[in-house]
């Protein structure tokens, strides 16, 4: 019988598939350079050496490249240029469409947008004209993607995403002067995606994009201010401050305490241990919870930071410097942790999720690191202090796993970090009991592909 390949097509395919579609368990067509699947999803597409067939004339090696490369950039630039004509369509301000969406959920407990302004270029149509407002609606576009809208289980990195960063990274390297406040807040919103959906490594890649591009305007120099209340109320109206502080909040997230925060302390002043307590306390209204919550994610923000620092450069953990820190941390945690209950309870849903989930996750760390170290040289006490302070939170976690349902679907991507923790956490402390590991297992396998991963990694063990 007849081959149904010609001897030219046969010499542009591999006889296994690519590592991609094997790892994925998909149909692979083989085709070199790169298959069809891999081709389709920007995805880098590689054979086992051995099977890689080199074509004799170098000319038609350098012809598949391009047409390689010819086909990559169109298929994002497809993408993008279907997207600005729906867009066009659409009437963005209405009650009924992903920018609504956005407003409602991601915008709660991530402020980087001054809504006001916001809403005034979408009333010029200024998408149309200034690719930087264009790019920000495809990130927002991005990022009120459901996790249970997608396939089972959900890959985010599809070819939305794919488009998306392709535009992005386009609109970086092209960039020929000071990078406008657009650019940051999409590069912000597409490391948000990316960290949330398990895409750590391109998440820090974008994150960097934003903290170098950020630095020439200068706001890697911004202070934390002295008032409080007043201060922070103000800096809430300034784009420029909010991207500094939300850049501060993603590199604490992805655990990169690359950035540095001048006078943090200021942002501690109401965690610190004193006769009256309520000295410097927030007093600001019922109204202002996106203020609250933004506040309280940077001074998270801030305590994770110091947690890393403590556990990655302490030479002596039991030395009288090393546990004056411990206390103090331990002891601030505590309170931050007691203050964003307090608002939870008060009925603010999404509120503080995001700090009260940091504020978990780097007790989870420090504790944790105690409890080792008082292991390695039988200090019973500490180590007494440090499994009753994970029990505790541990269990505390345990009993509210299912209220982070809702707020995953309303937007909320990165407080399951916390869970994973605990659920670890659980594991090494009492290996015999798995009752409570169980609904943490659960609460993980319902989001996308990183702690659906996460949630078979725990079976596994």
Not at 30 to 37: D, G, M
Not at 256 to 265: C, F, G, M, N, S
Not at 311 to 340: G, M, W, Y
Request: charged share 20%; net charge negative.
């Amino acid at each position: 019988m007849e081959d149904c390949f010609g001897d030219s097509e046969l010499s542009n395919r591999s006889p296994r598939v690519c590592l991609n579609c094997k790892a994925r368990k998909r149909k692979c067509d083989k085709t070199l350079p790169a298959c069809s699947r891999c081709d389709r999803l920007l995805l880098r597409c590689e054979y086992d050496s051995t099977d890689s067939i080199v074509a004799d004339n170098d000319f038609s090696n350098i012809s598949s490249s391009l047409r390689l490369i010819s086909s990559v950039f169109g298929s994002w630039m497809s993408w993008v240029r279907n997207f600005y004509l729906s867009v066009q369509k659409m009437h963005l301000n209405s009650s009924e469409n992903f920018v609504s969406t956005y407003l409602v959920t991601v915008h709660r407990w991530f402020p980087i947008i001054d809504e006001e302004r916001f809403k005034d270029r979408l009333e010029s149509h200024s998408y149309e004209y200034d690719i930087n407002d264009f790019l920000l609606l495809t990130s927002i576009y991005l990022i009120v993607r459901r996790p249970d809208e997608q396939q089972r289980p959900a890959i985010m990195d599809d070819d939305p995403y794919q488009a998306v960063r392709h535009f992005y990274f386009h609109v970086f390297a092209d960039l020929t002067s000071e990078p406008s406040i657009q650019f940051l807040q999409s590069g912000l919103l597409l490391a948000t995606y990316e960290y949330g959906h398990g895409l750590v490594d391109a998440a820090r890649n974008t994150l960097f994009s934003c903290l170098s591009a950020s630095m020439l305007l200068g706001l890697h120099q911004t202070k934390a201010p002295l008032g409080v209340d007043s201060a922070w109320k103000r800096a809430m109206k300034d784009e420029a401050t909010l991207i500094c502080w939300a850049i501060v909040v993603t590199d604490r997230k992805l655990q990169l305490p690359v950035t540095k925060i001048i006078d943090e302390a200021n942002l501690l002043s109401d965690l610190e241990v004193t006769e009256n307590k309520s000295d410097g306390r927030l007093s600001w209204d019922h109204d202002a919870y996106t203020a609250t919550s933004f506040y309280r994610q940077v001074q998270s923000s801030v305590l994770v930071g110091n947690v890393l620092d403590l556990i990655l450069n302490a030479t002596d953990p039991f030395s009288e410097e090393c546990q004056r820190r411990f206390k103090v941390l331990d002891s601030q945690l505590q309170c931050a942790i007691h203050l964003t209950l307090q608002t939870e309870t008060a009925g603010q849903l999404n509120s503080v999720s995001e700090a009260l989930s940091l504020n978990r996750s780097a007790f989870f760390l420090l504790n944790w690191w105690q409890y080792e170290h008082s292991q390695k040289i039988n200090n019973e006490a500490a180590l007494l202090q440090s499994r009753m302070a994970l029990e505790s939170v541990i269990r505390i976690t345990v009993e509210t796993v299912s209220d982070f349902l809702p707020r995953i679907y309303a937007g909320w991507f990165n407080g399951v970090q916390c869970i994973f923790l605990a659920a670890v956490t659980a594991m090494q402390l009492d290996p015999t009991n798995s009752t409570r590991v169980e609904e943490l297992k659960e609460m993980l396998g319902i989001q996308s592909l990183r702690w659906n991963s996460a949630a078979e990694y725990l079976r596994i063990l």
